[in-house]
């Protein structure tokens, strides 16, 4: 989990979403950190893709969950149309 906030941080979403996609397990602290990443990266399409797959796999969601899928939600309604 840090290693995908560190990649994330220096803007290597590839990295961060290879070793996510390569995890044996996830937990809510790994889907965050990865949705936070994308997230906080401006690609909130693929946030909320992530945040749709975690709901899927029967992971809850969690209060940090929420507040970075918002954020992805505001980041995409400030683009242009």
Excluded: H
């Excluded at 889907?31 to 399409?45: L, P, R």
């Amino acid at each position: 989990n840090a290693m995908i906030a560190a990649y994330s941080q220096n803007g290597r979403l590839e990295d961060a979403r290879d070793l996510f996609d390569n995890m044996p397990q996830r937990d809510i602290v790994s889907w965050n950190a990865m949705i936070t990443a994308y997230s906080q990266n401006g690609d909130g399409k693929e946030a909320l893709q992530l945040f749709r797959q975690m709901q899927l796999k029967g992971v809850l969601p969690d209060k940090v969950t929420f507040i970075s899928t918002l954020d992805a939600c505001a980041g995409l309604e400030a683009l242009p149309d």
